[in-house]
């Protein structure tokens, strides 16, 4: 397989240029003091802002930490 490449490289790849499209993203989760924790797809584009607003916002409860 190397020798394969160095040969293309050599007398055929002149600057190549390559797309690379996702076809499907695995899954994200959401836990914890939301109204809706769960699973859900993950889209391109997609930021923590809007995955906390998919999940039904935050329940507006005080987390609780323990010292």
Known sequence: MRILLVCLAREYLRNPKVTVDV????????????SKPGEYPFK????????????????????????
Do not use: K, T
């Open 23 to 34: 076809a499907s993203f695995r899954p994200f989760y959401i836990l914890g003091e939301v």
């Open 44 to 67: 391109s584009g997609l930021d923590v802002l809007s995955a906390i607003a998919l999940a039904g916002d935050l329940s507006g409860q005080p987390l609780e930490h323990s010292h």
